[in-house]
């Protein structure tokens, strides 16, 4: 009844970004920018070879990432590590091609569900569709023609409820389609549960269903933890086959224009990375480091966050740590 | 790849018991025995058929148990729903079997951890074995000889580190032979991951074995939330057949004896729920009626409680309740 996992996992932290954006809500200056600096170069330090660790949003809409080009200037720069950001429109694209602290990620983007797209991305099904061919077009111009795909809200939406399979799997086809009619051809698609609406059996059907009409493209998951699934998500992802994660440092994040009750956060990092090691699944990640980190950013946002192993510790006797 | 799962689970609802003694450490007063009694009738209406509402435990070690007798008397009996109370002595048994309100269950337990068990039990490996066969005699004597095993400290134990799988399959045996040897024949064994140790490919090895070496054993599995992997400890669990878990409402519990550094409570029975009607399985439970619980367990307790889908909910929007 075991069912085979994968021998390798790679994490992408996205605890900066997300943590940055939801934290600063109300309070754009709650988090200093040196703390945000030590936070990303501590995890840089890590093993974690993916940061994500601003967007590039017009600070009117977001003031919390205002300091955007200042975090990129400040990290220190690693050859080991790629830190990125992310971007939902031409003039955002065109600031993370200028940014060179960043490595650049030739990526489009649709959301499953249309009023969360309205919310987030500020644009209809039909503007936003347009909007990708347009992005798409700059990568090909910037010589970056595009390489990777993502849905958001593809598991369920806090305002419109369900979001059917088909619609995704629809979804992933078109930005298929709009990768290779600039140059480009999708390698990944990152399927995003923004509200935190999945459960493992969704998870499994929907990796399947990828899979399938998909064969070609390594698939993603960005899970949130808003209803308490999101472990058992990653575990199910695991033996369906996953073996990349969006992860957020001590549960860190959570999707300003979401429409959140509450919980929020991404699945914690340090949570994944015990998951994994226990199971005998190596992530290249020293996770007592990441503990460290996890105290770190519970420090900087004055507040206890929701990893539960943050709390508890990970070795009070002689339990290996990884 | 997809695993088939249970038709149905069984829940028994141990978040009274545990959160009235992990609560009250220190400041036994601190949840009124009224408050008390609302939460446990308020459960007993959800459709929850077995409730774990007190432990018979000397005062003196645990004060914020002394009212236990109390909130016997003061509970609404009602005929579709099985009262519980657990012990762990001679004395504390003939307490339960003299408290009409509860539904006795003749059962022996045994700690896979020496440590926790002078701890919590008081007693040594030799001793424990000692007072569990004393305590199957008087379950024979009253009438009732014994059907149900229970090991604590099943996974890891926070002292001692690893928990060797062999000696749980042993002691499992044990209780089996201290049962047979009392007139009684073990129709169950319930599993407890007490200080939150357990990871999914742990439960699943674990429950493999027990069903290969003790077939005729229902596996009940008691999960706490320590370190955040309990929710897919249960997916898992559910994977590999098993029916039967312990849950606590709003992931109240921790076990006082435990060394827990913080978090500690048990799998969030209504995220249990939420898990199992998304899967598919019925719980007999209704959701909305258990969310009432958990925010008046909360209210109770004056904090937030760890459960995230307390913190969330379960419908801002269109999406089904259960």
Same mark, same amino acid.
């Given at each position: ?9 790679? @994490? ?19 988090? @200093? ?290």
């Amino acid at each position: 009844m075991s069912v085979p996992l994968p021998n390798s996992v790679k @994490l992408i932290e996205v605890g900066p970004r997300e943590g940055f954006q939801f934290e600063g809500i109300g309070a754009p200056d709650k988090i @200093l920018l040196s703390d945000k600096i030590a936070l990303i170069d501590a995890l840089a330090g890590t093993g974690l070879k993916t940061i994500q660790i601003v967007s590039f949003v017009h600070p009117r809409i977001m003031p919390q990432m205002a300091d955007a080009a200042e975090i990129c200037a400040g990290i220190q720069p690693r050859e080991d590590v790629a830190f990125t950001g992310i971007y939902l429109n031409d003039v955002g694209l065109n600031r993370a091609l200028a940014t060179p602290a960043l490595t650049f990620i030739p990526e489009i983007v649709l959301a499953a569900s249309e009023t969360f797209a309205m919310r987030n991305q500020k644009r209809n099904f039909a503007e936003d569709d347009a909007m990708q061919v347009k992005m798409a077009g700059l990568c090909a111009e910037a010589g970056r023609p595009v390489t990777a795909g993502n849905i958001m809200a593809a598991f369920g939406c806090n305002y419109e409820g369900v979001v059917p399979r088909d619609r995704v799997l629809r979804m992933i086809g078109r930005l298929c389609e709009i990768a290779e009619s600039t140059g480009g051809k999708l390698a990944s698609i990152n399927l995003a549960d923004t509200m935190g609406w999945a459960d493992p059996g969704q998870i499994t059907a929907m990796v399947e269903a990828v899979g399938q009409d998909f064969p070609q493209l390594e698939i993603g998951l960005h899970l949130h933890d808003t209803r308490g699934m999101a472990i058992a998500n990653v575990y199910a992802a695991l033996q369906a086959g996953v073996r990349r994660f969006d992860t957020g440092i001590g549960g860190l994040g959570g999707c300003p224009f979401a429409g959140h009750a509450g919980a929020a956060g991404n699945v914690a990092t340090e949570e994944v990375v015990f998951l994994c090691h226990k199971l005998g699944i190596p992530t290249g990640v020293d996770l007592p480091a990441l503990m460290d980190c996890a105290r770190l950013a519970q420090r900087m946002v004055g507040h206890a966050l929701p990893s539960r192993l943050l709390t508890s510790g990970i070795s009070p006797a002689g339990v290996p740590a990884s």
